[in-house]
């Protein structure tokens, strides 16, 4: 496995790993699934966070098989609901429920910039992190906990379309011009290396996917789930600014941070519906 991350510059390199490189880079390090990376590089993370929502595609349909299956055996959509945001938080091991905490924490401290990181950095929860995990959770939970009361195929693919759209907000926090916050760490790794295009090319696929994913239910739903995406990442886009500007660029956390937020937004515009 190589290792190049010696560039500080937050541009996107030249060379573009190919994709199975890229793939293993997405899986291996946004979430538990057993995946080997190949490459710990500029280029193998430029590939790898372009196809990060391919990695929230399997993570979202890991996580509804079991709540659709607790519906057919009986279950109830809260159970359903609370059993499929639990699984994306195994298969990340918390970390992203863990970003946002210490995000919270970070952001609600007040301090500069350097002691707000350094109180990022800590094993404890404050305040501050508690309320935004068990706020996310509750919401996430009562949202899809509503799509499932309406039938197993919207609470699923209310499930997919929210785990792919929390992984699209960290292909767009990895773009051209976005700079890491320390000189380490998964923010340092992956500080713009997707290019501004690619970003955008992801984007537009996502919506369309995601309409055409809920066409069947009809024209309305379609247009539903692409608001759900559009929606959420702007959510994300101005938690990204707000962390920029607070810590001086993005950090691991904050791409946990991002990826709950933007899931939760995207949960809550489908249960307007």
């Not at 793939?23 to 280029?43: E, M, N, Q, S, Y």
């Not at 946002?100 to 305040?127: Q, V, W, Y």
């Not at 380490?184 to 501004?196: F, I, S, W, Y």
Request: hydrophobic share 60%.
């Amino acid at each position: 496995m190589t290792n190049s991350f010696d560039d500080p510059s937050p541009t996107p390199p030249a060379e573009r790993a190919p994709l199975l490189d890229g793939v293993r880079f997405a899986f291996g390090t946004l979430t538990v699934l057993p995946a080997r990376i190949t490459r710990w590089d500029r280029p193998a993370a430029r590939t790898g966070m372009a196809c990060a929502p391919l990695a929230g595609l399997v993570v979202g349909v890991l996580a509804a098989v079991p709540g659709v299956l607790l519906l057919v055996l009986g279950g109830g959509p809260l159970l359903a609901a609370a059993v499929t945001v639990a699984v994306p938080a195994a298969l990340t091991r918390g970390l992203h429920l863990d970003g946002l905490a210490d995000t919270a924490d970070g952001l609600g401290s007040a301090k500069p910039a350097d002691e707000a990181l350094r109180i990022m950095k800590r094993s404890d929860i404050g305040p501050f992190g508690v309320v935004a995990l068990l706020l996310a959770l509750l919401v996430q939970a009562a949202a899809l906990s509503d799509a499932y009361a309406d039938s197993w195929i919207r609470g699923a693919l209310a499930a997919v379309v929210a785990a792919v759209t929390a992984r699209l907000a960290m292909t767009l926090a990895s773009r051209d011009g976005i700079p890491a916050a320390r000189p380490e760490g998964l923010g340092a790794a992956v500080a713009g290396v997707v290019p501004r295009t690619a970003a955008a090319a992801a984007t537009a696929a996502v919506v369309l996917l995601a309409a055409a994913a809920a066409l069947p239910l009809g024209l309305p739903d379609a247009g539903r789930y692409a608001a759900a995406v559009l929606a959420a990442l702007l959510v994300a886009e101005l938690l990204l600014r707000r962390c920029v500007r607070r810590f001086d660029g993005v950090t691991g956390d904050v791409f946990g941070a991002l990826a709950e937020v933007s899931a939760t937004t995207a949960l809550v515009v489908l249960a307007l519906g």
